[in-house]
């Protein structure tokens, strides 16, 4: 070789660099996936079909569940479920974990959340579902999804405790599952996509965001009044929201009639039995698909906490 000559390892001739960003590599590089809002059309979620790590017949509390499960019931609602998604249109992922899984794992939402760019992977708060988020970090990997941040050190953060205001706003909250340095290393993140983020406060007793607030189209917001953050309500009417209240209190707590998932514009995925708080949402215009989760929701989720959302349109 001339010596006269730099080789291309080391910036010489023949040497490319790499000009285009994350998001330009998507569909290409990486795979197709991101979020900026919560109500645009779904295109790809990640469940985990639950098995034999939930049979805790003996402690249902010890492991943050509110009764024992009746796993055949839980399994045919889980795929009854995602057969719903596919119904819809929506492209269906499994976390499929190489080893035996922890109980809680069936609620992917909590274990990550989506940017336009890739997944932040959330760090729980409990002891108990300490480590869930590597069975989701090998699963992205599979599937060809940036991971922009792993939460770590002492922060922790649940992926139920962000959402998305605008596409250039994040409401994200601290409360029991995500403390204020999780809060701070997301917000570092967004602020990289140029995201402002919007902090808002838990009270005591709500487990997360989602549990609390949901936005199923541009201008429209349910609510849950006396759970949600008065922050979080002040920011969606800024933003142009309605924000409309749920007038069953019981249906609310017990139904999980709040924990929806949105398929498209006033479209939502939302737990069967629950018919005064499905009347309500129609009377905004909202088409309600229905699907039983009472078996499901014995572990102390509905199906907003089951579906980790990969893709909305953007």
């Known amino acids: 070789m001339n010596d006269t000559i730099t080789p291309a390892a080391y910036g010489g001739e023949g040497w490319q660099p790499r000009l285009t960003s994350t998001r330009e590599e998507l569909g290409a590089l990486w795979a197709v996936c991101g979020q900026d809002s919560e109500w645009r059309p779904l295109k790809a979620v990640l469940l985990h079909r639950p098995g034999l790590e939930v049979l805790t017949d003996d402690d249902p509390n010890a492991v943050h569940m509110l009764a024992p499960i009746d796993l055949d019931r839980l399994q045919a609602q889980h795929d009854a479920l995602a057969q719903a998604y596919r119904d819809a249109g929506v492209q269906v992922f499994y976390v499929d974990p190489d080893a035996a899984p922890p109980p809680n794992l069936m609620f992917v939402a909590d274990l990550m959340f989506m940017t ?86 838990l009270p005591f007793g709500a487990m997360h965001l989602m549990g609390a607030l949901r936005i199923v189209d541009q201008d429209l917001a349910l609510a849950w009044p006396g759970r949600v953050p008065f922050a979080a309500v002040r920011a969606l009417r800024e933003h142009g929201y309605q924000v409309h209240f749920l007038p069953d209190e019981k249906e609310t707590r ?58 909305r349109e953007t």
């Open 116 to 201: 336009p760019e890739g997944a932040i992977l959330a760090r729980p708060a409990s002891q108990v579902r300490a480590g869930e988020e590597r069975f989701i970090a090998r699963r992205l990997a599979d599937l060809g999804i940036p991971i922009l941040r792993s939460i770590h050190g002492r922060a922790t953060f649940e992926g139920a405790d962000a959402m998305w205001l605008t596409p250039d706003r994040a409401l994200v909250a601290d409360g029991l599952r995500t403390n204020p340095d999780g809060r701070a290393q997301v917000a570092a993140t967004l602020q990289e996509l140029g995201v402002e983020t919007i902090p808002v406060g």
């Open 254 to 311: 017990q139904g999980f009639a709040l924990n929806v998932v949105t398929l498209a514009p006033r479209k939502i995925l939302m737990p069967a039995g629950n018919p005064v708080t499905q009347r309500f949402y129609e009377s905004l215009g909202i088409e309600c698909i229905t699907v039983q989760v009472d078996e499901l929701a014995k572990a102390a989720g509905a199906i907003g906490c089951l579906t980790g959302v990969l893709h």
